[in-house]
C-alpha cells in the first residue's frame, strides 16, 4: 500500500478517463456526475458487492430549501441556515468555504438525485436533530442507508459505467518530478487470489472513506475512540490518508470523529436518536444521569463509555417509541429484543441492579424539569418536550464509533491540496476520504454531515473530474 512515483508516463493496458476509488454514496454520485458530463469512468471497489458506511448508515441527508421541502408545508429553510448550523455545531473550527459550498449546493444535489435517478428522499419533520435549526433531513423510507446504495448502484449500472468489484486499490502511480509532480497516472488493483492489475487514468477521486476500521490509525490519531465498539464498514482502512501522506498531501483533523451515543448491547443496533431529542434520557449503573444527552449523539458516545462498566441505560417513552421505530436501526433493536417495556421506575432499577430509590429520585427529577421547573445540572432543556409517561422502554447501550471525520484537505473544487496549499493536478477526494466538517473533535459533528458531504462532494468531484478531463 503506498504510491509509487514514476520518473516519465507509464503504459497501461486499461485506461478510464476517470477513475474513483470505492463505490459509496461519494463515489457511486461522482460516477453518475461525471458520466453526464461525457467522461468514462471506472469505479474500483474492494467487496464484491457495495456494502460500505452508506448502506449501514441511517440514510439521512440535509439540505436546505428544497422543492421537497416546501411541498412539505416547510417553506423557511435555507442555505444559510445549513450553513449557520454546521458552523455552530463545529464551533467554526471547520473549512468556512467547504461548508459554505457544501451548503448552498445540497438542495441541487437532493433534487438532481431525486429527480434524475429516483433516489426515494422525503423530507424528515416528525423530529429535529440536535444543532438543526430546522429540519434538513431527507431519509429514505425505512432510514436505512442501504436503500439509498441499492438506488445509485442501480442507477450506475443502468447507465452502464462499470463497476469493478473485489478490486482493492493498494498502490497509486504519480509523477515523481517537475511542474506535473504528483499527478495521477494511474492505480495498482489487488484481486482476491492475489493477481495484479494495472489500470490508468486522466483523473482520480477518492471516494473511499476513512480510517474507522483501521485500529492502528485510530490508536494514532484518536486513541480515545479506539476501544469504542466499531459500527462502520471493516474496509475503510484509511487508505485516502495513507495515499496522501505519501504524496505530502495537507491532512486535518485527523483526531475528529462521529460516535454514536445508544447503541443497544450486546446487539450492536443503534437506538434512533428519537429516543432523546423526545424527552428521553440516559442513566448509569448507579441510576443517575450523567450528562446533556441532547448535546448530540456523537459526543454522547464517549460520556457513555466513561460510565462504570463502559455502559448505560436509555429511557424513553411510547411518544419517542412511535417516531424512532421509522428507523431501520431502531427497529431491528426492537425486533432483536434489545428493548424492554417497564412500568416504574422501581421495575426499572431492578433491571438495571441499582438502588430503586436513585433511580426513582432520577426520574422525578427529570418530570419536573420537563414541567418547567428547576433548571437541569447538565444544562439540558427538558421543558420543550412532555414529561415521559409510563410504561417506559428502556435498553442497555453502550458508545460507538461510526466513521472518522478526519482526512484529506480539498479546496471547493474538491481538489486535494499539497501541505503548500496548491492543488494536485488531477486529484480529487471526497465523502469520508476528505477532511469532514466537523472540527477536530467528537462533539463538532452534526447529524446527517457524513452523507451532506459524500453527496455534495461527489457530485462536485466528478463534474470537475470530468471537465478536467474534457479540456486537458
Ligand atoms: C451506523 C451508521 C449510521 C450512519 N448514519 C448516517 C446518517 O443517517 N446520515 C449521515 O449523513 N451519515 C450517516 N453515517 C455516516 C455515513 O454513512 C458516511 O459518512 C457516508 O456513507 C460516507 O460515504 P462514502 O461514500 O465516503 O463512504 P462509504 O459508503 O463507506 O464507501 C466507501 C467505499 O470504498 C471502498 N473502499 C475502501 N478502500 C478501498 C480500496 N483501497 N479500494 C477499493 N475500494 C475501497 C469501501 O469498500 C466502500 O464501499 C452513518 C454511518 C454509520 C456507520
Redesign the pocket.
Known amino acids: 500500500?503506498g504510491v509509487v512515483l514514476e520518473g516519465k508516463s507509464k503504459t497501461f493496458a486499461t485506461r478510464a478517463e476517470v477513475l474513483i476509488?470505492?463505490?459509496?454514496?461519494?463515489?457511486?454520485?461522482a460516477a453518475l456526475a461525471a458520466n453526464e458530463r461525457g467522461a468514462e469512468v471506472l469505479i474500483?471497489?474492494?467487496?464484491a458487492k457495495?456494502?460500505?458506511?452508506?448502506?449501514?448508515?441511517?440514510?439521512?441527508?440535509?439540505a436546505a430549501g428544497t422543492r421537497l421541502q416546501h411541498a412539505a408545508g416547510l417553506l423557511d429553510d435555507t442555505p444559510e441556515l445549513l450553513h449557520q448550523d454546521i458552523l455552530a455545531k463545529a464551533h467554526g473550527e471547520c473549512d468556512h468555504a467547504i461548508a459554505r459550498r457544501i451548503a448552498d449546493e445540497a438542495a441541487k444535489t437532493v433534487e438532481w438525485l431525486v429527480d434524475r435517478y429516483k433516489l426515494p428522499l422525503s423530507c424528515v419533520l416528525d423530529f429535529q436533530y440536535p444543532g438543526h435549526s430546522r429540519p434538513h433531513?431527507h431519509?429514505s423510507p425505512s432510514?436505512y442507508?442501504a436503500e439509498l446504495?441499492t438506488v445509485l448502484v442501480a442507477a450506475v449500472e443502468a447507465e452502464g459505467i462499470p463497476i469493478a468489484g473485489s478490486?482493492?486499490?493498494?498502490d497509486l502511480f504519480a509523477d515523481a518530478e517537475g511542474k506535473s509532480a504528483g499527478r495521477i497516472q494511474g492505480v495498482r488493483?489487488k484481486r482476491p487470489d492475489g493477481a495484479a492489475e494495472e489500470i490508468g487514468c486522466d483523473a482520480l477521486i477518492l471516494?473511499?472513506?476513512?480510517f474507522?476500521g483501521n485500529k492502528t490509525m485510530l490508536a494514532r490519531h484518536i486513541p480515545e475512540a479506539v476501544d469504542l465498539f466499531y459500527?462502520?464498514?471493516t474496509?475503510?482502512?484509511g487508505?485516502?490518508v495513507i495515499w496522501g501522506e505519501a504524496l505530502g498531501a495537507s491532512i486535518k483533523d485527523m483526531g475528529s470523529f462521529?460516535g454514536?451515543g445508544a447503541v443497544a448491547t450486546p446487539h450492536g443496533m443503534?437506538l434512533a436518536w428519537a429516543t432523546v431529542t423526545e424527552g428521553g434520557y440516559h442513566v448509569n449503573a448507579e441510576g443517575r444521569r450523567f450528562s446533556n444527552e441532547n448535546a448530540g449523539y456523537s459526543e454522547q458516545a464517549l460520556k457513555v463509555h466513561k460510565q462504570a462498566g463502559k455502559v448505560a441505560w436509555a429511557i424513553w417513552d411510547a411518544r419517542g417509541e412511535e417516531i424512532a421505530l421509522r428507523q431501520h436501526?431502531h427497529a431491528l433493536a426492537q425486533e432483536s429484543g434489545a428493548v424492554k417495556r417497564y412500568d416504574s421506575a422501581g421495575a426499572m432499577a431492578k433491571a438495571i441492579g441499582c438502588d430503586a430509590k436513585v433511580l426513582e429520585r432520577t426520574v422525578r427529577e427529570v418530570e419536573a424539569l420537563a414541567a418547567g421547573k428547576g433548571k437541569d445540572a447538565f444544562g439540558r432543556d427538558f421543558a420543550r418536550k412532555p414529561p415521559l409517561k409510563a410504561p417506559y422502554l428502556m435498553a442497555k447501550i453502550m458508545g460507538?464509533l461510526?466513521?472518522t471525520q478526519g482526512g484529506l484537505e480539498i479546496d471547493t473544487a474538491m481538489r486535494v491540496l499539497r501541505k503548500d496549499g496548491t492543488p494536485f493536478p488531477n486529484l480529487f477526494a471526497?465523502?469520508?476520504?476528505?477532511r469532514?466538517l466537523s472540527g477536530p473533535a467528537d462533539w463538532g459533528y452534526l447529524?446527517?454531515?457524513?452523507?451532506?458531504?459524500?453527496?455534495n462532494?461527489?457530485r462536485l468531484a466528478g463534474e470537475a473530474a470530468a471537465k478536467l478531463v474534457k479540456v486537458s
Open positions: 500500500m476509488i470505492g463505490a459509496g454514496a461519494c463515489g457511486t454520485i474500483l471497489e474492494r467487496d457495495p456494502t460500505g458506511n452508506t448502506s449501514l448508515s441511517g440514510g439521512q441527508i440535509p433531513m431519509a432510514r442507508g446504495l478490486a482493492t486499490a493498494t488493483v471516494a473511499c472513506n476513512g474507522g459500527e462502520g464498514h474496509g475503510n482502512q487508505d485516502a462521529q454514536h443503534h436501526s460507538a461510526t466513521h471526497g465523502g469520508g476520504a476528505a469532514g447529524s446527517g454531515s457524513g452523507l451532506l458531504m459524500a453527496t462532494t461527489g
